[in-house]
């Protein structure tokens, strides 16, 4: 290896600004320097090795240096890795885009590439905004979000997410959504039963769309599961109400599906649980295998149509990134799709989202500090509480999670708090004793740090 571990650390603290991260607390410690990957394992510049328990943040679908989409990046390469989309098209984004129209409901059928979740998400608010206007309804210029919704961190995306503690310096030029409150809200906060927790979620966004239904360009929800906030669970039903009552207030739906989409929830995409048929998607993530940076907006009919004018009345998107459809990426999304048929990833999913519900029953549950765990297919959360009975939060100056991810290390495991929640998201491609091992290991940390403080 050209440099040392050691030079890579000193260069990390000296030159580097990490992503979500209190950087006094990061420099006291040497990081973990990622060189390679085999399967679902990490490899330092050591030579350890790691079970990546939350897919490289989440996108990752078929482990690392999977054969087939190197092919494809490298075949890529051979040909031509980036050309514009203002004003040419090229091969893999044209392919990709009717694959995507192809897997996602029928109420979306075109796509609009970006290179990011968020920005996903932006486009998605800029065309809701500029669709009302087109249509004479310029008064429909707010959103309605769910409270500790997460779309990413850029200002638009933000004011959709908003929360007070990570985002009060920018309030100032944000314009932050009527937000309703998800159904765990009710069960976990105040300790309703499922069935009433669904009924009072309903009742909160009805209320809060009689109120401004008719000046809301659009409801944005994650589907299922809000990952960010700590994996909190919707149960069946609660989309197909939002999705309803936004009809009912002829507003658009927007349903982000940067973490849920490509399989993560047991369907291709969450809102097919459910027949939910929403004006518009937001994909990311794992759409490129977790390989790059590619994000698409997927858009209604109805709203495409609402651009379509003379050139010289300037009502097109006036919206773009300088790597827009980028063909490296696309080519590798093609390829990733084609790994869902040919792998039958699904059918694999169903199967370890089993055994998984009944490993977390069994090592996890029993355990005095474990006070909730919730799950939708290979995405689950752990939340750790001092006092089961009472759901006594820890405070987070104990940076409990930080303690079990520590010891998870140790034993050869990354992964990765959201506060109070362990948040287990491996890669779609583990393996039934890779699983086993990731949810043994969760639990030995859980044990472990909880039982020392
Ligand atoms: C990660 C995430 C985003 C943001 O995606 P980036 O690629 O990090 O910008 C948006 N929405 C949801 C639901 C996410 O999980």
Redesign the pocket.
Known sequence: MPFSTRDLVDWDHRYLWHPFTQMQEWLAEPPLVIESGEGNYLIDTDGNRYLDGVSS??CNVHGHRKRELDDALKAQCDRIAHSTMLGLANVPATVLAKRLVEITPDSVQRVFYSD??????EIALKLALQYWSLRGEEQRTRFVSLSEA?????LG?VGVGYSDAFHRFYRPVLRPSRQIRPPHYFRWIEGQTSEQALRSAIADAEQVLDACGGVTAAIIV?PLMQ??AGMWAQPPGYLPAIADLARRHGTLLIC?????GFGRTGEMFAVQHEGVQPDMM?L??GITGGYL?L?ATMISEEIFDRFLAPHDRFEAFFHGHTYTGNPLASAVAVANLELFDSEKVLDRVRQRAGQLTALLREYCQPLPHVGDIRQWGLMAGIELVRDRERRTAYDPAERIGLHVIREARRHGVIIRPLGNVIILMPPLSITEDELDTLARVTAAAIEFATASR
């Open positions: 943040l989440w990011a979740g968020a920005t996903a998400v997460y779309h990413g961190d850029t995306a994650e990952g960010a982000d599906e940067v973490a849920t937001c990311g993530k940076p994000a």
